[in-house]
Structure formats: C-alpha cells, structure tokens
C-alpha cells in the first residue's frame, strides 16, 4: 500500500511537467513540408498534361467521325 501511495505522489508531480512544457512547439509548417507539396504539386500537374491530352482525343475521336473516302477505281482504255 505504501508503494501504492508513493507512486500515485510521483505520477501526480510529474503530469505538472508535461503541462508546463505546451507551447515549446512551433505553430507553423517548415520548409521541408512546402517544398514536399510543391514538388507533389509539380508530378500532378506533369501526369495532368499528357492526361488531357489523351482525353481531349478520346472526345474528338468519339464525337467527330471522319468520313471514309472512297477508292476511285481508274479504268483503263
């Protein structure tokens, strides 16, 4: 019972400690976070363009058909 109690003292002291110590953190994001979502950034926008690209001939090739030519036949006399 008295290593109980002892404990439940030395807990109780050291959570003071951990409350005091609340605002050491920085607010903000650093550097390395930024360049990581602009380098993100950079991949998206690289995979976007041939993407487009493909999607945009995807729709012409659906809605604009173009017409088969016929084959003149050349007769000879």
Same mark, same amino acid.
């Given at each position: ?9 030395? #807990?109780?002291?050291? @959570?003071?400690? +951990?409350? /005091? ?8 994001? $650093? !550097? ?9 950034? #950079?991949?998206?926008? @690289?995979?976007? +363009?041939? /993407? ?8 012409? $090739? !659906? ?14 006399d």
């Amino acid at each position: 019972m008295k290593t109980t109690k002892l404990m439940a003292t030395m #807990l109780a002291g050291t @959570t003071s400690v +951990a409350y /005091a110590a609340n605002g050491v953190h920085s607010e903000g994001a $650093g !550097i390395l976070t930024y360049l990581f979502v602009g380098f993100f950034a #950079l991949i998206l926008i @690289t995979q976007l +363009a041939p /993407a487009m690209v493909l999607f945009f001939g995807l729709v012409k $090739g !659906i809605f604009f058909r173009q017409e088969k030519k016929e084959a003149k036949s050349v007769q000879v006399d």
